[in-house]
């Protein structure tokens, strides 16, 4: 026997294995993936997933036993005003009403107001009414609900764009009366809304949208039927409403004082800096100038509310400051030029380069920042 071949055959009888097994591991893989087989199927009769429930007489669909109980709930916005941007608030005026197949289920009666700095919640009204609303096919009278929440709610205002800001305003209201496993809330679409005289003229109100959340708690509150490291799942009511600033007179108000700051400071370069007095004033006239800009500054941060972003009115201050301060760097040149004995060549520096410079590159950049936040808004 060949002692050379009995040596490569083995290698061969080994790779050989090595292939079979990896086909058997294959074909288990393929079997565990295909969809079972005819005979392995659920027999004749027996409810598919996804099927609807079992009717009840009179072909209308009867509740599982499983399946949380539910009402309808509306929202009316009645009214939305107060828009105060330093205090984070507003005031907000809210008609709820719910729809449900007992009094006892209304989410009305047990109510959360979220997001609310202080409000006032008025007494429930009830009442027991025909069902002609094509809810609830199975009750013949259904109880209607409605109840007010106004007063003032929490929002974090952003000024980031102003006065070219859209904001979205929350309000959530919760359902305590049981966890999503025994109640959840069906919002009404059909006949939830806003005002029309949210739209004051100073703000447009668009985009209004109700949907219903679900939000856990990392605690049960304590409640004995519930195990004790459990946690708390209700049913919330959200209602989203987009507002957006119609006018921008409140920016001209705003920014009407640090544009004159800036303009003034250009006109120092008019000045004849070969007088020694001029020199003086036009110094004086600068530093006027720029602590015009800085309280201006200060007066908008009190208006809109002091924010750890940097807004447009802040860019604008920021790059206005940083203009007069330049200004006052060439009043020093022009000033050093004068005592070399240049002042002929100081004064056209001033008037024919330096002025238009200034100010066409300050329209230009102010043209940019303005533009870039009324696109993102």
């Known amino acids: 026997m060949n002692p050379i071949g009995v040596r490569l055959g083995r290698p061969r009888r080994r790779l050989r294995a090595l292939v079979v097994w990896l086909l058997v591991g294959l074909m288990a893989a393929l079997f565990t993936l295909l969809p079972p087989l005819p005979s392995m199927a659920k027999p004749a009769g027996a409810a598919a997933t996804g099927a609807a429930p079992p009717a009840a007489a009179g072909g209308t669909p009867m509740r599982l036993l499983n399946e949380p109980l539910t009402c309808l709930m509306g929202v009316y916005l009645q009214d939305m005003r107060d828009y ?16 449900c197949p007992s009094a006892a289920e209304s989410p009305l009666q047990h109510l ?33 609900s409605e109840r007010t929440v106004e007063g003032t709610f929490f929002h974090h205002w952003s000024a980031k764009n102003f006065p070219f800001d859209r904001h979205t305003i929350v309000f959530e209201f919760e359902s305590v009366r049981a966890d999503v496993s025994s109640f959840v809330i069906t919002p009404d679409y059909a006949h939830s809304g806003f005002s029309p005289s949210i739209n004051d003229g100073d703000w447009i109100a668009s985009g209004f949208s109700l949907n219903e959340v679900e939000h ?48 003034i400071a250009g006109m120092a370069f008019l000045m004849d800096v070969r007088e020694p007095d001029i020199v003086s004033g036009r110094t004086g006239l600068l530093v006027g100038c720029l602590f015009a800009a ?5 007066q908008a941060e009190s208006t809109l509310g002091l924010s750890e972003d940097i807004t447009l009115t802040d860019t604008i201050h920021i790059v206005s400051i940083l203009y007069i301060l330049f200004a006052s760097v060439l009043a020093l040149v022009a000033y050093l030029r004068c005592e070399a004995e240049r002042e002929d060549f100081a004064r056209r520096m001033d008037r024919r380069i330096h002025l238009p410079i200034y100010l066409s590159s300050f329209v230009v950049v102010n043209a940019v920042v303005i533009a870039y936040a009324a696109i993102i808004g």
């Not at 107001?113 to 429930?124: D, F, Q, T």
């Not at 799942?233 to 001209?252: D, H, N, P």
């Open 294 to 298: 800085i309280v201006n500054m200060q």
């Open 84 to 99: 105060k941007f330093a205090d984070r608030s507003l005031f907000a005026s809210i008609r709820l009403w719910s729809v």
């Open 216 to 263: 856990s708690y990392s605690t049960n509150f304590g409640k004995p039927d519930r195990h004790l490291n459990g946690k708390g799942t209700y049913s919330r009511m959200r209602v989203e409403i987009t507002l957006q600033r119609a006018r921008i007179t409140s920016f001209i108000k705003l920014c009407t004082g640090v544009y004159a700051a800036v303009i």
């Open 112 to 144: 959360n107001v979220l997001n609310s700095n202080g409000v006032s919640i008025s007494e429930i009204n009830t009442q027991k009414l025909p069902n002609e609303s094509g809810y609830f096919p199975n009750s013949a009278m259904v109880y209607w």
